[in-house]
């Protein structure tokens, strides 16, 4: 069936319209509004923990959901305000549930789910209701919204994919309109900040392709594959390829445009990588219409030009620095070939025998060697794990004892906004303050300008829909719709609005209080800063990521499973550090004279992939070797380097120094083989640039000790 050319966030949001709908039609024809609060809290609760996946996956998936849901729900009521045993519940689901979070998507997602789903059980409680009713209502709820989105997966199984998939190339033609501002010769004093940029953009590729791998990955577990599964399956590769070829640095960008800033080629090259940006936009938007991609002729018409003129440049230069750009402009057309046929390569790709790498590995035995890996104060999840319990303990204490049955609004705040990190925290506890003022003074004014059922129903309903439909980009905005549906469905049940707005505003503004304080106080993330381990993680996995190359050299170019993957952990690492940075840069007071050693790493790091990514572009192009022994030599000096990259956190300064003094002899040797031979000049050069980074990786890395902190943090705490 063709997908309509509909809004992505818009089709996400219509199985929740159309249970929710159908959530307030029952309420409305039974006449019992007093169901309301429960019934839309499990459709809210079963959307949160809604995965991507096929058929047999979903069904899998709504039982393990109804089965979380109803241990947890019935917890939470059958010990509600029985004190000590309701305060241990919540506090150990609180801790299991964040240190699951560790083992994977699916497990992090289902724990989440049942401790908000236990959070939600006290809110609704009522003494005068039966035990089994709020429970019961949740996971009816929970169960209509399931049905509905199975519903909607038979109508439509191939829309996330191709959602992640347009979600993808977008962010591709981005991080190519970044690399395009690298040749402009006019803005050449403005590289480093461009190389930061870069980094930050190549950080939301990561995302969109690990979204796009799971998708894939859950579609491709079957026999059967479904030719459109087998075409995004392809599409995938190609932008794979495409991120690897623009990730590649083959020259100095400050060198190459103060040498070609008076000729037409740099500007040529910038312009292609803008009009590849634009036909990566294209694929997206073909993408999201499920229409097929047409080749744009104007690209082809800068491609050529392109040639000409490197072909006009090397009749009157010659040397390493023509066999640079040249290396650069082979790259650019190798993603022309892959724009260029995107759409006739599928039945290779349904030939051929490929695969995607599990995005979790199964089995409770792996998740608990996961878990125990992180029982320890240097994790940050185990961090969060104890500091979350302890704030859930004491809070529920304080209600139990003083009585307050307001008092879980709290609870559900500090849920919500309580995060991992300080940055991350302070800004949700903006936005929920924010959000919930603007929805109290709206949602106080329902009863008064509505007082009929329906009416209130139908604000249910769209106030609700509305809080999915921003959830995920408005925090605010979400929280802003959630507060109005929290405050009508209160008033359906018969309380009073009046005196539960306060109420809700004070609960608010407490909850973010101690949220602040659990991240300031307890464990706060400045004073466990990795960031040595984060950039020594990303140097050793460009290490890993070199040693595959190496090997697909020798043993012929593959682009198997394994590469795929040494790959993708190259860039997820480095994406890592660059969220990292990313999180102390908006916080320069409390990281001090950390934050100037984080963007260096974060710059040596990114220069090092794009070194490391070139050879690897180059592998499909490597022709066999005359018996020189340049390439046997070659081999074992990329090697020795890619050992040095995988190990450069664990050396002493001596020993340091001697394996780089030993490298430096190593790779003047190889220049004394390379003669005038093109392939060997090529590859000479990469590892000569890929070895240039080994010092200043391993002093930035040194430099990064976390003891070596201001003491600005403590003063901003």
Known sequence: MRTPAINSRIVSTLPVFFSLFCAVSVVWYLQKPSVTTPFILGIIAGALVDLDNRITGRLKNIVITIILFSISSLAAQMTYGTGLPFILVMTLLTFISILLGVVGLSYRTFAFGALVVATYTTLVYHSETPWFVNPMFILFGTLLYSVTTLIFYIIFPNRPVQESMAAAYSALANYLDAKAAFFDPDEADYLEKRQIELAMRNTAIIETFNRCRTALFYRMRGQHRHPRTLRMLHYYFAAQDIHERISSVHVDYLDLSDRLKNTDLIFRIGRLLELQGQACRDIAECLRNDKPYQYSERLGRAVQGCRQSLKLYAEQYQGREVHAIQRLLENLFGVDYQLSHLENSEEEAANEKIGIAATETGGLRHAWRTIRSQLNFESAVFRHAVRLSIVFGLTCSFVEISNYSEGYWVLLTILLVCQPNYSATKSRINQRIVGTVLGVCVGSLVPYFTPSVETKLWIVLASATLFFFFRTNKFSFSTFFITVQALTSMSLAGLDVFDLTWSRL?????????????????????????????????????????????????????????????????????AALSSSVSDMSSQPRIYGNKLQDGFNLLKISYALIGYISALGAYRNRMANSDDSGFTKEFFSTADQVADILENIALYSEADFQTALNEMKSRLAYLQTLVQDDRQNNILWQQISLIAGQLEPCYTAIQSAQSDNIQPLAAEAA
């Open 506 to 574: 004070l609960d608010t503004l407490v909850g973010s209080v101690i949220a602040w304080a659990a991240v300031s106080y307890l464990w706060p993330d400045w004073r466990y800063l990795t960031l040595k381990q984060t950039g020594a993680k990303s140097i050793s996995s460009n290490g890993n990521y070199l040693h595959h190359i190496i090997s697909q050299f020798q043993n012929g170019n593959s682009d198997d499973m394994n590469y795929r993957i040494a790959r993708r952990k190259a860039h997820e690492a480095a």
